[in-house]
């Protein structure tokens, strides 16, 4: 995955098909995989953290909803043991006090408290699994929470009662999401910064960018047909997919380039 670089500070919204490396940037910073480069938060790369550093930070400072929101519970344990370790691990409460923050949070998510927490997750539906997920993520405040393919496991229906439930929680948190996803529709309604990522690269970024696309990439996604992708060429990551590609896309790497109030990696701009 090629290194970008992005400052974030409002809800922002990563767009990006699968392989454009939206999923990597997760895995990164939670320590999933490996990866060169920086993820700083407050000055400090989180990269370079040794585990027992990091092991603070998680849940206070930063929190992530992967896809598959399995990978944050232990089944063996029910879903109020999940939130009460968080807490007495992290030294910011007893049990009786996490579980009453617990209690607030799945309200707003539209859930039945004592139901949710007595439960194992087993016997939770994919959509109360997916709202118990973001609270787990969001009860202890944390300054940023990723999340990662709203609506993968649930219906259709499903995906807009998440959808409305992370724009209800968003106004009683002070934590700033960073959503990625596939859905230009989805993204449009809980961010109010966009990041257009493709084959690890930044090709467009700024706060009207579904409104206004600039990069040929960024208008076939929200099109909703975006050509097979073809060898990688020494210019472009896009060139054998882009309609309007030239022998100079082909040849020569784009530049970042502001146009208005955001920023677009394309040889189209420069010319107009």
């Known amino acids: 995955m090629s290194c970008f670089t992005a400052t974030i500070r409002s809800h922002t919204g990563i767009l990006g098909q699968r392989e454009s490396g939206k999923e990597e940037i997760i895995k990164a910073t939670?320590?999933?995989?490996?990866?060169?480069?920086?993820?700083?938060?407050?000055?400090?790369?989180?990269?370079?953290?040794?585990?027992?550093?990091?092991?603070?930070?998680?849940?206070?400072?930063?929190?992530?909803?992967?896809?598959?929101?399995?990978?944050?519970?232990?089944?063996?344990?029910?879903?109020?043991?999940?939130?009460?370790?968080?807490?007495?691990?992290?030294?910011?409460?007893?049990?009786?006090?996490?579980?009453?923050?617990?209690?607030?949070?799945?309200?707003?998510?539209?859930?039945?408290?004592?139901?949710?927490?007595?439960?194992?997750?087993?016997?939770?539906?994919?959509?109360?699994?997916?709202?118990?997920?973001?609270?787990l993520a969001l009860f202890t405040e944390p300054e940023h929470v990723l999340v990662d393919d709203i609506e993968y496991g649930i219906s259709e229906i499903d995906q807009i009662q998440v959808v409305n439930s992370i724009i209800d929680v968003m106004s009683t948190t002070s934590s700033i999401f960073l959503i990625s996803d596939n859905d230009p529709a989805v993204l449009s309604r809980v961010a109010d910064h966009f990041i257009v990522l493709y084959r690890g690269e930044i090709l467009e970024e700024g706060d009207n960018v579904l409104v206004d696309p600039l990069h040929p990439y960024t208008i076939d996604v929200l099109r909703g047909y975006v050509a097979p992708e073809g060898y990688l060429s020494d210019g472009c990551v896009y060139a054998n997919s882009c309609y309007y590609s030239s022998v100079k896309c082909?040849?020569?790497?784009?530049?970042?380039?502001?146009?208005g109030n955001r920023v677009v990696k394309c040889h189209l701009y420069p010319n107009v």
């Open 30 to 135: 939670f320590r999933l995989i490996k990866a060169d480069g920086e993820v700083k938060l407050d000055g400090v790369n989180i990269l370079g953290m040794k585990d027992e550093e990091f092991r603070k930070i998680l849940w206070t400072k930063i929190s992530w909803v992967p896809y598959d929101v399995m990978q944050l519970f232990n089944p063996i344990y029910d879903v109020a043991s999940h939130f009460v370790e968080i807490f007495i691990s992290h030294g910011l409460g007893n049990s009786d006090y996490a579980l009453d923050v617990a209690r607030e949070f799945l309200k707003i998510l539209g859930l039945n408290p004592e139901e949710v927490l007595k439960s194992y997750v087993f016997q939770l539906s994919p959509l109360k699994l997916k709202k118990t997920a973001l609270a």
């Open 250 to 259: 082909m040849l020569k790497k784009p530049e970042m380039i502001k146009i």
